[in-house]
């Protein structure tokens, strides 16, 4: 009875087992051609490769946000920066402006106020999710592999930079040695740079992973974008959760750990700002929403403090003759709940087009009276 049961079920068997197959070797093909597809649209520049042997990620696309201005190295180096010629006709200096998706959102939407200095060449290169690991790594691609070398350094430290550094590129960094002077930050495997950012699978698949497991991701990561902006639903989470890890540090009362990496990896980023070259090295940060508020909910921890805290206990860097070190930190607008300042919802507390042209307008002002 066991054999002639075993004899009817063996084929069933073997036509699943081929169907599979053969549903697998279409998807995969599917997952090809769509990534195929994509690829072909935003070609990658030829350094990318070079770029991820310095820095952990770039920009998703060369556009997310279309500047005011259009940069002056149109094309596919824009995954990486975009520069903005000056329009003096004497010798400019090059300035280059750091940070997360902050930075990024002054490089695109307040450009034409950093432009009004006109002896400055500006070297756009915020990217979401950067901290000064990765804008470590940045400065020193930018001037052993582009040949740029920055006059000005603005960098926008932003109140998640802790936790990034901490939850997600801590075990990432590759220090400094005697024969290579810089910190870099290494890229995730594809799975693990797809949740760590929430990625397309299919832009971050590489040619040796399976494509047919990236477009069941794909497939999944579109029904919980979906879920997350029209159902409110938030789907599984990332190894490092904006609100559990990146932002948690903000409501301790101590953060000796995350601090004490902190600073560690300030002071590489510092250090690479001198060896490249930097004159000037401007910190700014920003308050969170949080910070300006009280009860519970306000936040204990601002990284505004830490860096004057680092600053603090560095004398010889801020002593500095080569590299001259100064911190902006910006306020909000005290009528701030009233106005369309910060962006609504939003957890990180960006702002809106208004506010980041209100506060590049405060970063154009201070750096003009240090000149």
């Known amino acids: 009875m066991f054999k002639e049961l075993s004899n009817r079920i063996s084929p069933i068997i073997k036509v699943i087992t081929i169907n599979l197959a053969i549903g697998f070797l279409l998807l995969e093909g599917i997952g090809r051609a769509f990534a195929y597809t994509k690829t072909k649209l935003k070609k990658l520049p030829q350094d990318m490769g070079q770029y991820y042997s310095f820095v952990n990620h770039g920009h998703a696309y060369p556009a997310v946000h279309k500047p005011?201005?259009?940069?002056?190295?149109?094309?596919?180096?824009?995954?990486?920066?975009?520069r903005f010629d000056c329009s003096s006709k004497s010798p400019c200096k090059n300035l280059i402006l750091q940070g997360d998706s902050w930075a990024e959102l002054l490089g695109v939407q307040a450009i034409d106020i950093f432009l009004s200095i006109t002896d400055l060449n500006i070297i756009a290169g915020g990217t979401s999710s950067f901290s000064p690991s990765n804008m470590a790594g940045q400065l020193a691609y930018l001037s052993q592999v582009k040949k740029i070398s920055p006059d000005i350094v603005i960098a926008f430290v932003d109140q998640t930079d802790i936790g990034d550094e901490f939850c997600r590129y801590k075990d990432q960094l590759i220090f400094p040695t005697s024969k290579d002077p810089f910190l870099r930050v290494r890229p995730f495997d594809s799975n693990r740079q797809y949740e760590h950012y929430a990625a397309n699978p299919l832009s971050t698949a590489r040619y040796t992973d399976s494509y047919a497991i990236?477009?069941?991701?794909?497939?999944?990561?579109?029904?919980?974008?979906?879920?997350?902006?029209n159902l409110k639903i938030s789907p599984a989470s990332s190894p490092c959760e904006v609100h559990k890890d990146i932002l948690s540090p903000l409501t301790e009362d101590s953060i000796k750990d995350e601090k004490e990496h902190f600073f560690n990896v300030l002071n590489h980023y510092v250090n690479t700002a001198s060896i490249v070259g930097a004159k000037q090295l401007i910190f700014v940060t920003h308050p969170h929403q949080r910070h300006?508020?009280?009860g519970n909910l306000a936040y204990k921890q601002n990284v505004s403090d830490l860096i004057d805290q680092f600053l603090l206990i560095n004398p010889d860097l801020v002593n500095n003759e080569k590299l001259v070190i100064n911190h902006f930190k910006l306020t909000p607008p005290k009528d701030w709940r009233?106005?369309?300042?910060?962006?609504?919802?939003?957890?990180?507390?960006?702002?809106?087009?208004?506010?980041?042209?209100l506060i590049a307008n405060q970063i154009v002002s201070r750096l003009k009276s240090l000149r």
């Open 68 to 82: 005011l201005v259009t940069p002056s190295n149109v094309g596919p180096e824009t995954k990486i920066f975009s």
């Open 214 to 229: 990236a477009f069941i991701k794909e497939i999944i990561y579109r029904v919980n974008r979906y879920m997350m902006l």
């Open 292 to 294: 300006l508020i009280s």
């Open 338 to 357: 009233d106005t369309n300042y910060f962006r609504k919802n939003d957890v990180t507390s960006h702002l809106t087009f208004s506010g980041y042209r």
